[in-house]
């Protein structure tokens, strides 16, 4: 071992002495090559692109190598052998994003969608129960993946069915791995959302060509369920989310239909629709309450919308995500839900109460899809990362206070950290400054506007409920024991110290002049009903009539059949309608008056203006001009007349 130790020594002394010839030589470097310094041991072969590798501590070589697959594969170098697999480390895993997640009725599995694969897991272990390969024949070549786009399971969760990017409308018993049916003309287009109905009975799908088809569960000769097309409902758009409502009764139950071109139509047994309005850009997700009270929906211009079904009035609008939301979810027996969006969050909301409750980070790519136990008691997320994420409920208490501080803590960090590195080279010259200037406002600045700034409907909103919080406290102070010994009581500090209709009528001031109606336009019925009240309280003062009438005016005009239905607005419209006509007569008496003095005003300056005047001799002694205008000639005149005493 010695010799053979001595003559590797010999060996390598003879190679660096060649190379220090050639370069002594004057040879350029780019003739060594790397087999002059390093030997080869052998080369480690994956069958799928490779993602990371990194060698096992220890005194064999070990090489641990990342597949693009979620596989981690483990290889071992022998002598004279090369590497050699020794072991395989499989999690089951997606190669691509996930698309779309469903949970069983029992909440035991769950399954995953997305190119070329469906996978149900057990979630109580967390483990893969059956990958299902999505393929279809071709004529050209042997197989082609199918990319799915949304998933469910059938009641029983022995069976999930699977709607493609190519229209093809899948069965599958996951137990044998075995597709019990298929229709490849399911839809001419991309099958972008499906959803089971609430009896079992049947299923909705709506795609790319405009059509929402309705199917119909039945059982096959061999025992298994089949899918029986029964109507077809055609739409103006590409219809983006289908959702059935959880009602029982065939005559109660609706099915909320979300389009491209922004709207979402809510329909009956009897093809019966409404249209709320309301997204500027296409909702991607619409859910509704297991009570079917409220209607939430959420897409691609970043905000969340709450409709009530009775009506079909907005609550309100809900801002927080700064990218577009992908899915929202209900939580069971309650009213609030789950989003999830493509800013790579999650976040919690209390749709009675319209705030945010909790925001979940975790994801490191855009977040897809979202699955919302029975029992809510946790919630499943798959974005494009290949993640599966659990979020369960804990016993721990949350303060909203607490997450609101953190979160705008954190969105200011943010801001200050960016006004730093915009700081750094400040001393350029001119010209890079006025680049910087002209350079548009960093993704945090943004954000930090959205979350600080409130629509200005959500202010009408809540300066309503406000001031009539306030009345309603002061009217049982007033019937207390307190309020009748004559004891002061404290107002609200967030009226800012102003009278419940002073205080409406500085929220409407505030109000930009082109946002006033758009702000008048989102308001629930019952908000609409205690603005009129206020109006009248303010018209009766003679305060704010010009704003108070455009308001008034607008109310009327845009709600005319809801405020007609009400007949409890009978009495305030008749005053308001009188006390209008009178302020309005008042101001334009008013007004009137004023312009005809500012006439007369100006004929007499322009009578002086033009009118003849006599001038004196200015040669005449002892006439001052300016005695008495107050301009200092009085006071000129009587220190020259001391002078000439003195002298």
Excluded at 114 to 123: H, I, L, M, Q, Y
Excluded at 157 to 165: F, L, P, Q, S, Y
Excluded at 226 to 239: A, G, N, P, Q
């Amino acid at each position: 071992d010695d010799d053979d130790d001595d003559d590797d020594k010999g060996i390598s002394d003879n190679e660096d002495d060649k190379i220090q010839s050639l370069l002594e030589d004057g040879l350029p470097v780019d003739t060594i090559k790397a087999s002059d310094e390093l030997e080869l041991l052998g080369v480690v072969r994956c069958v799928h692109k490779i993602k990371g590798f990194a060698f096992a501590r220890g005194k064999a070589i070990r090489l641990a190598v990342a597949s693009a697959t979620n596989v981690v594969e483990v290889h071992s170098f022998v002598r004279d052998q090369g590497f050699s697999l020794s072991s395989t480390f499989n999690m089951y895993g997606h190669v691509t994003g996930i698309r779309s997640i469903a949970l069983s009725s029992d909440d035991a599995l769950t399954c995953t969608i997305s190119k070329g694969s469906a996978k149900v897991w057990n979630v109580s272990t967390r483990s893969c129960v059956r990958a299902l390969p999505l393929t279809k024949s071709d004529k050209k070549t042997k197989s082609a993946a199918l990319y799915a786009l949304c998933c469910a399971f059938l009641p029983g969760n022995a069976h999930v069915v699977v709607g493609t990017k190519e229209g093809t409308l899948l069965l599958f018993d996951y137990a044998s791995g075995d597709v019990i049916f298929s229709d490849e003309e399911g839809h001419d287009g991309a099958i972008w959302s499906l959803d089971i109905r609430s009896d079992g009975g049947g299923l909705v799908t709506g795609g790319a060509d405009h059509l929402v088809k309705f199917w119909e569960f039945e059982e096959s000769d061999s025992g298994e369920p089949s899918l029986i097309h029964t109507r077809t409902l055609k739409m103006s758009d590409d219809v983006v989310a289908v959702r059935y409502s959880y009602s029982q009764d065939t005559s109660k139950r609706l099915v909320a239909v979300s389009s491209l071109d922004s709207t979402i139509k809510i329909f009956f047994d009897d093809s019966l629709k409404f249209e709320p309005v309301g997204h500027k850009l296409p909702a991607l997700a619409v859910d509704c309450s297991d009570d079917d009270v409220l209607l939430a929906s959420a897409g691609a211009d970043k905000t969340i919308k709450i409709w009530g079904l009775d009506f079909g009035d907005t609550h309100r609008t809900l801002h927080g995500h700064t990218d577009s939301i992908t899915d929202l979810r209900f939580v069971r027996r309650t009213h609030n839900f789950f989003t999830a969006s493509k800013d790579k969050t999650i976040r919690y909301w209390d749709a009675d109460k319209f705030e945010q409750i909790l925001l979940l980070t975790g994801h490191i790519a855009e977040v897809n899809c979202l699955a919302m136990s029975k029992a809510g008691g946790f919630v499943l997320s798959g974005g494009m990362d290949r993640q599966v994420r659990v979020w369960e409920r804990t016993k721990d208490i949350v303060f909203l206070e607490e997450e609101k501080e953190r979160e705008l803590e954190k969105l200011f960090d943010k801001v200050d950290g960016s006004r730093g590195e915009q700081g750094i080279g400040q001393d350029d010259d001119d010209d890079d400054a006025g680049d910087r200037d002209a350079a548009p406002q960093s993704d945090a600045a943004v954000r930090k506007s959205v979350v600080v700034s409130i629509a200005a409907g959500d202010r009408v909103a809540e300066a309503i409920e406000l001031a009539d919080q306030e009345l309603f406290e002061i009217n049982a102070f007033r019937k207390s024991s307190k309020g009748k010994d004559g004891d002061k009581r404290t107002p609200n500090p967030l009226l800012l110290g102003m009278e419940p209709p002073l205080y409406m009528l500085w929220v409407l001031r505030t109000v930009k002049s082109a946002e006033l109606e758009q702000s008048l336009l989102v308001l629930p019925s019952g908000h609409i009903e205690r603005l009129i009240y206020y109006l009248v309280v303010l018209l009766r003062r003679d305060i704010g009539t010009e704003l108070c009438a455009k308001a008034a005016i607008f109310l009327i005009k845009t709600h005319e059949n809801q405020i007609v239905a009400n007949h409890s607005l009978t009495a305030p419209l008749r005053e308001l309608r009188k006390l209008m006509k009178k302020r309005l007569v008042d101001k334009r008496d008013k007004i009137g008056v004023n312009i005809a003095a500012m006439k007369a005003v100006g004929r007499t300056t322009n009578e002086r203006k033009s009118a003849f005047s006599i001038v004196e001799d200015e040669s005449a002694p002892g006439v001052d001009i300016w005695a008495g205008l107050g301009l200092g000639s009085d006071v000129a005149a009587a220190l020259q007349s001391n002078k000439r005493r003195k002298r």
